[in-house]
């Protein structure tokens, strides 16, 4: 397992026209040929964001390696993973982001799992990182966001999880919470630091949940993306309510990107 390469390094192990399209989402087990790959993205962006080099990666996740799946969206015009989202599944050493959230919220990992309903014995997953490499990010590049979180919908739906959780910092949460993800702090706690993140929240989810909620706040953005003379003197408002309504239907939905998601 390696952190470390380089871009050149994960070029070369990188096939180009594997996939049809420039653009093509996988799930990678940990021992899959693109998981190094994968590990080295996840560090390159949390080292350009948050200072988390290879040595760090590696004490912070090493010990989930054997429960780790990631989910991948490959820009095969560059032969790079663009975005990357780390799946821990429950396994002898927990979830990475219960067992460390008592640290920063109190509580035991126990009384996170009671508070949450988490002990009903149904499927549960971490989701421990989401990194997007710096120039696939905003607006212009909201594909692989929307290609990630639209994988991830849809492993969820075909595994039946009920029970999500995830420590993201405060951008990464600004971006779900616009798009109606139905996360809830952990204990209803506030926001920390963590592993160099000034601001970091401990969330809970309850996947069947995810579904309605996105397709409801779609229609919400939507109805208030209909112009009106306040929004004509700030179109950006509008663009903007437009893109996430688009960017939540899609999640749901599938439409124009379920082609470019190769699961099998």
Not at 27 to 53: K, M, V, Y
Not at 72 to 93: N, T, W
Not at 109 to 124: C, K, L, N, Q, Y
Not at 175 to 189: E, H, K
């Amino acid at each position: 397992m390696s952190y470390a390469l380089s871009r050149a390094e994960i070029r070369s192990m990188i096939r180009p026209g594997a996939y049809p399209g420039r653009f093509a989402a996988l799930l990678a087990g940990t021992d899959h040929p693109l998981a190094d790959p994968a590990r080295s993205i996840e560090r390159i962006a949390f080292e350009q964001t948050f200072g988390n080099d290879a040595a760090t990666m590696s004490a912070e996740y090493g010990p989930y390696e054997p429960a780790s799946r990631f989910i991948i969206v490959l820009d095969q015009a560059h032969r790079l993973p663009a975005g990357v989202i780390r799946l821990i599944d429950e396994s002898p050493a927990g979830l990475k982001s219960l067992n460390d959230a008592p640290a920063h919220i109190g509580g035991t990992v126990e009384a996170i799992r009671a508070h949450h309903h988490m002990t009903d014995g149904r499927p549960a997953v971490d989701v421990a990182t989401l990194a997007v490499l710096p120039e696939y990010r905003g607006a212009r590049s909201a594909l692989v966001s929307t290609l990630l979180y639209r994988t991830l919908y849809r492993v969820f739906t075909r595994e039946h999880i009920t029970h999500v959780v995830a420590m993201i910092d405060r951008d990464a949460y600004r971006n779900l919470r616009r798009i109606g993800t139905p996360f809830v702090p952990m204990l209803a706690s506030g926001p920390f630091a963590y592993l160099g993140a000034a601001e970091n929240h401990a969330l809970y989810g309850h996947f069947p949940d995810f579904g309605p909620a996105i397709t409801q706040n779609a229609a919400a953005l939507r109805e208030s993306a209909r112009p009106t003379l306040a929004d004509l003197r700030h179109p950006r408002r509008l663009l903007f309510r437009r893109a996430a309504a688009h960017i939540a239907t899609s999640i749901i939905t599938g439409n124009g990107l379920d082609r470019q998601i190769h699961l099998d």
